[in-house]
T-cell receptor
Framework: NAGVMQNPRHLVRRRGQEARLRCSPM?????VYWYRQLPEEGLKFMVY????????ESGMPKERFSAEFPKEGPSILRIQQVVRGDSAAYFC??????????????FGPGTRLTVL | QKEVEQDPGPLSVPEGAIVSLNCTYS??????FMWYRQYSRKGPELLMY????GNKEDGRFTAQVDKSSKYISLFIRDSQPSDSATYLC????????????FGTGTRLQVFP
C-alpha cells in the first residue's frame, strides 16, 4: 500500500510565476490536509479538504493561495504570483474517516519550493 | 503566546541514554496528542498517538500526557544513533478529522 505521494519533490520558480503542488492520498483515505514548514519552524496548518469540498481553510493566506481536491485525481495546492516568502516545504497529509478516534494523519515526503 | 511550546534543542546525548522530550500547551480543548519523528528533508512519521491523560508504551518509546498540567512527554529508552532526528509534538481538539497544531520540534542527536 503506497503512502502519501507528493510531486514534484523540488520546485523552483521565479517571482511572479505560479506553483502547483500535487498530493495523492493513501489508498482508502478521503481526507487531505496541507501544511507549510518554514525553516526552523514547525508545521503550520493551511487547509483541510475532502473530495470536492473545502472543509477548513482557516490557515490559508487570503490571497494567491488556493486548494482543490477533485472527484478524480490528486489534490492541488496552487500558489499564484509567488514571492520569496513562499519558499518553504509544503507537506500533504491524508487520513481515513474511521470515526473511532484512530483517524490519524499520515504525511507525504513534501515539496520543497524555492522562489528565486 | 504560541498554542504549543517545544524546546528547539538541539539535544545531544550518548548512545544508550534515556531521552526526555516535552511540550506544553495552553488550550485545554486539546484531547488527542501525537509525536512525529522527522528526518532531515523528509516528511513527518507518526510515532505515538494518545488520547487524554495517561501513558502509552510502544517498544523503546513511552508517551505521557498530563492534561491537568497541559504537559506531554516522549521518552526514548536505549537511544540509538538512528534516533537522531527532529521530534515534533502535535495535538488536536476533536477525535474526528481535525487539523493538527504542531510544536516547533526538538532536534535530537545521539552520538555513538
Amino acid at each position: 500500500n503506497a503512502g502519501v505521494m507528493q510531486n514534484p519533490r523540488h520546485l523552483v520558480r521565479r517571482r511572479g510565476q505560479e506553483a502547483r503542488l500535487r498530493c495523492s492520498p493513501m489508498k482508502g483515505h478521503s481526507h487531505v490536509y496541507w501544511y507549510r514548514q518554514l525553516p526552523e519552524e514547525g508545521l503550520k496548518f493551511m487547509v483541510y479538504l475532502q473530495k470536492e469540498n473545502i472543509i477548513d481553510e482557516s490557515g490559508m493566506p487570503k490571497e494567491r493561495f488556493s486548494a482543490e481536491f477533485p472527484k478524480e485525481g490528486p489534490s492541488i495546492l496552487r500558489i499564484q504570483q509567488v514571492v520569496r516568502g513562499d519558499s518553504a516545504a509544503y507537506f500533504c497529509a491524508s487520513s481515513p474517516q474511521t470515526g473511532d478516534g484512530t483517524d490519524t494523519q499520515y504525511f507525504g515526503p513534501g515539496t520543497r519550493l524555492t522562489v528565486l | 503566546q504560541k498554542e504549543v511550546e517545544q524546546d528547539p534543542g538541539p539535544l545531544s546525548v550518548p548512545e544508550g541514554a534515556i531521552v526526555s522530550l516535552n511540550c506544553t500547551y495552553s488550550n485545554s480543548a486539546f484531547q488527542y496528542f501525537m509525536w512525529y519523528r522527522q528526518y532531515s528533508r523528509k516528511g513527518p512519521e507518526l510515532l505515538m498517538y494518545t488520547y487524554s491523560s495517561g501513558n502509552k508504551e510502544d517498544g523503546r518509546f513511552t508517551a505521557q500526557v498530563d492534561k491537568s498540567s497541559k504537559y506531554i512527554s516522549l521518552f526514548i529508552r536505549d537511544s540509538q544513533p538512528s534516533d537522531s532526528a527532529t521530534y515534533l509534538c502535535a495535538m488536536k481538539k476533536s477525535y474526528n478529522t481535525d487539523k493538527l497544531i504542531f510544536g516547533t520540534g526538538t532536534r535530537l542527536q545521539v552520538f555513538p
